[in-house]
């Protein structure tokens, strides 16, 4: 099992500019999360999934855009890129709710200038 | 809401020294307990766990126990090594709340040879 793996691993965009950044698990998981991680302040969630064709927001979601289409695949869309975006995204998976353990990717590192 | 509080700042000690890290949470329900773990470069990944008070959590050395009294669930290592160094996560998970897990915003370990 490969587990959680994120592309790209480091991006450079412009502002304004859009992307999509890629997480695919391998592992039958129903729950899917993204995380954004900035220096010294631990994780923020920015959506998660409990399963195909539903996604809800976390505690920062304001700037990006989520899709569950399949079990396996959660991309995470950024629209209109503001420096503020500047971080590292983190993608994790989870067989049952936030009881259960995590799997995380290995991360993006995205700067926006 | 659900809140989790590290000690502030680094931790640099000498490899075989003891460690801890202290971990306090605020929490409206009966909530689990995780360490997470980030080595450099790396995503997150489970340390040890607890689901109800006075558990004990323990894997790799490390031992953490859940005590509702105070709150508090605090990592400990007995003799670390260099390759303990890392950041150390505390998170919590509410069942009776909202899907997410709350993070501390993390320690780094340093371990000097």
């Known amino acids: 099992n490969a587990g959680v793996t994120q592309t790209p691993k480091f991006r450079i965009l412009k502002i304004g500019q859009s992307m999509t950044l890629q997480c695919t698990q391998d592992?039958?998981?129903?729950?899917m999360y993204w995380y954004r991680q900035d220096p010294g302040m631990g994780l923020k969630l920015i959506y998660y999934?409990?399963?195909?064709?539903?996604?809800d927001k976390g505690e920062v979601p304001n700037g990006y855009n989520v899709s569950r289409s399949t079990t396996e695949d959660f991309p995470l869309r950024l629209e209109l890129a503001a420096p503020s975006q500047t971080s590292v995204y983190f993608c994790?998976?989870?067989?049952?709710?936030?009881?259960?353990?995590?799997?995380f990717g290995p991360g993006t590192r995205l700067l926006v200038l | 809401g659900d809140s989790v509080t590290q000690m502030e700042g680094p931790v640099t000690l000498s490899e075989e020294a003891f460690l801890t890290i202290n971990c306090t949470y605020t929490?409206?329900?009966?909530?689990?307990l995780f360490w997470y773990v980030q080595y450099p470069g790396e995503g997150l990944q489970l340390l040890l766990k607890?689901?109800?008070?006075?558990d004990k959590g323990s894997n790799k050395g490390f031992e953490a126990t859940y005590r509702k009294e105070t709150t508090s669930f605090h990592l400990e290592k007995g003799s670390v090594q260099v390759s303990d160094s890392a950041v150390y996560f505390c998170?919590?998970?509410?069942?009776?709340?909202?899907?997410?897990?709350?993070f501390g915003k993390g320690n780094q370990v340093v371990v000097i040879p």
């Open positions: 994790a998976s989870a067989l049952g709710g936030p009881q259960e353990t995590q799997y």
């Open positions: 607890a689901t109800k008070a006075d």
């Open positions: 929490a409206t329900g009966y909530p689990s």
């Open positions: 999934s409990v399963g195909a064709g539903i996604t």
């Open positions: 998170a919590l998970s509410d069942p009776g709340g909202n899907n997410r897990l709350a």
């Open positions: 592992m039958n998981h129903n729950y």
